[in-house]
């Protein structure tokens, strides 16, 4: 396959986008791969020259492999071979449901290098965005790269022009591109790579996101087309806000920490508009900076704000060279808390001190009720690292593309706090079940969307099967019985399990779990699992396998 280094998106562009569907250039059967039977081929073949009438751009195969097939890698670390394919997955196993209709985008840091230049992390990745359209028990798929500005200006000058999650730009390279005007110690060099999350506004609009408030970009769900910055038209200022905003076809809420006077800002934006509207704020009960807020959690009243010792650090924002813990610095002696905001008046009606933590993603929370339905206490679940801050340095492509067979994987497990709202000034922190059922390993959460800010019962998250460097099971965890079942495919690395329900559904768990797993020598597949049974339903091949994704979001038939 194409080396990392020699992906060169502007020329690969102009080379692999036939305007139609070019027949002669379809797969012979032999290169679908042998999981098909004849029959269902034959079946799935004629299916395939009816989707040349679709118009469609779709590359074909064949130039795909004039790179070379899978060369032994796996594919999660590796980036993209080129800057976009769309097409139809034809090599199925199993039956995809027929009741899954609709659009699943995943987004994700999916290019990792500039010419020869490798990044060091992660989360440093050009966002690749991934579609995965499921229509009749059809699967289409696609994936094309982000046109931020700091993607466009790393292609056109052939190297890192914007301060990125690690990566910072030479001097030179910055003001090359933004000129004088703009300090590379200022906002202005802030990244907008949009490589964290996509998520669906109420209005129907389409959002990738990350950290940087300025990294909002709105794309187009069929073709994958960026269409451009979406931008705040509120006085909000500030220069980054959480990467998880949470959403429903009704609400909009935020987190923007304020890194002058420690706190955070919750806002909120109602549907149809860019305007972000300031509902309350949390100041900070400890530290020089807030703690870092990549996700947050709300209840059907209120919103649960973390401070995690994990804090921002300014001069890290703008520093050269990366720092152990990047643009973060742990401050265990200022303390961990979590507050909880009415949604309603913006007041605070608790605050307390918790056993120290750190995490990524809330997974969901819920109000507890006494017997009169006086709200007692908040409980609040999320994927918690041991309150060990090394899963950051783990997730350098370095130590993920070296596994050697050792388990370096640090211990996660599913936190679960419960802050009480009668005054009191701490709050619990625990795990929700024996971390062992899900190898110690915990990330990539969702749970089934009807019940967001409510009781629930079931989180579908990544797990690890160990030894291991990085989660690399699906598991669903049910939080009543405390206990856990787990997929595995020896090799591969699945992206978050992401729940559909099945319209209609009245049980938590009845739908399906999506995931795209990277797999060895350079492949992959799309993957759904039964979301009760949590058997495997269906697995279609991609042309090739994708880098690791980060977030995804689903939009239904009837709204794509
Ligand atoms: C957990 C996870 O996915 C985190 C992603 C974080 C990102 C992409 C953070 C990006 C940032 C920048 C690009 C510049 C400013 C600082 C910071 C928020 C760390
Ligand atoms: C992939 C990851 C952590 C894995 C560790 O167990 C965190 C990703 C966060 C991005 O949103
Ligand atoms: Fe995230």
Redesign the pocket.
């Known amino acids: 396959m194409a080396s990392s280094a020699s992906f060169s998106p502007a020329l690969q562009a102009a080379t692999i986008f036939p305007s139609t569907w070019s027949q002669s250039s379809r797969s012979s059967p032999s290169k679908l791969g042998t999981i098909l039977s004849m029959g269902r081929r034959k079946e799935l073949e004629s299916l395939r020259v009816s989707v040349a009438t679709e118009p469609r751009v779709a590359v074909p195969w064949q130039l795909v492999e004039t790179e070379g097939d899978g060369d032994g890698k796996l594919a999660a670390w590796t980036s993209i071979r080129q800057e976009r394919w769309e097409g139809e997955l034809v090599v199925v196993e199993g039956e995809i449901p027929l009741w899954l209709n609709g659009t699943y985008l995943r987004n994700g840091?999916g290019l990792w290098n500039i010419e020869d230049y490798n990044f060091r992390h992660?989360?440093?990745g050009y966002a690749t965005i991934v579609r995965l359209h499921f229509e009749n028990g059809r699967l289409f798929f696609g994936h094309r790269q982000i046109e931020s500005e700091a993607y466009k200006a790393a292609i056109k000058n052939k190297r890192v022009c914007?301060?990125?999650?690690s990566e910072v730009p030479r001097p030179d390279s910055f003001l090359s591109y933004v000129g004088e005007l703009a300090s590379l110690f200022s906002g202005a060099s802030?990244?907008d790579?949009a490589?964290?999350?996509v998520i669906k506004l109420g209005d129907g609009r389409i959002v990738c996101l990350?950290?940087?408030i300025k990294?909002s970009i709105q794309i187009d769900p069929h073709t994958l087309e960026t269409i451009g910055k979406f931008e705040y038209t509120d006085n909000l200022g500030g220069?980054?806000h959480s990467?998880h905003p949470i959403v429903t076809e009704t609400e909009f809420w935020t987190l923007l920490p304020d890194l002058v006077r420690p706190g955070y800002t919750v806002a909120r934006m109602e549907p149809g508009t860019n305007e972000r509207k300031v509902i309350g704020r949390v100041n900070c009960r400890g530290g020089p900076a807030p703690g870092?807020v990549?996700s947050f959690p709300v209840t059907e009243h209120y919103v649960v704000v973390p401070e995690m010792p994990l804090r921002?650090c300014a001069q890290n924002?703008l520093r050269a060279e990366p720092t152990p813990l990047?643009?973060?610095e742990w401050h265990p002696e200022s303390g961990s808390y979590v507050h909880v905001m009415c949604k309603a008046s913006g007041k605070i009606v608790a605050s307390v001190e918790v056993p120290h933590y750190v995490t990524?993603?809330f997974i969901n929370a819920y109000e507890e009720r006494d017997e009169d339905g006086r709200v007692t206490s908040i409980i609040a679940d999320c994927c918690e690292h041991n309150a060990d801050t090394t899963i950051l340095d783990k997730?350098r492509l370095q130590n993920l593309r070296s596994f050697a067979g050792q388990d370096v994987l640090p211990d996660a497990r599913v936190g679960r706090f419960r802050i009480p709202l009668d005054g009191s000034p701490k709050g619990e922190l625990e795990a929700a079940l024996d971390p062992e059922e899900h190898g110690r390993g915990m990330d990539m959460c969702s749970i089934n969307q009807a019940y967001l800010g409510k009781k629930y019962r079931y989180a579908y998250a990544c797990g690890a099967q160990r030894p291991c460097n990085f989660p690399n099971t699906l598991t669903k965890i049910d939080l009543v019985k405390k206990k856990a079942k787990n997929w595995h495919d020896e090799g591969g690395v699945p992206s978050e399990p992401f729940f559909v329900a099945r319209p209609g559904a009245t049980e938590e768990d009845d739908g399906v779990a999506i995931s795209m797993v990277s797999d060895k020598n350079g492949e992959g597949y799309a993957l759904v699992l039964d979301g009760s049974t949590f058997e495997e339903i269906a697995r279609a091949k991609f042309p090739y396998g994708l880098p690791y994704g980060?977030?995804g979001c689903w939009i239904p038939k009837n709204a794509s």
């Not at 914007?162 to 999650?165: L, S, V």
């Open positions: 840091p992660l989360f440093d914007y301060r990125e999650f802030l990244t790579n490589n964290t999350g990350t950290e940087t990294g220069l980054i990467a870092w990549h921002y924002l990047y643009k973060f990524f993603h997730l980060l977030h």
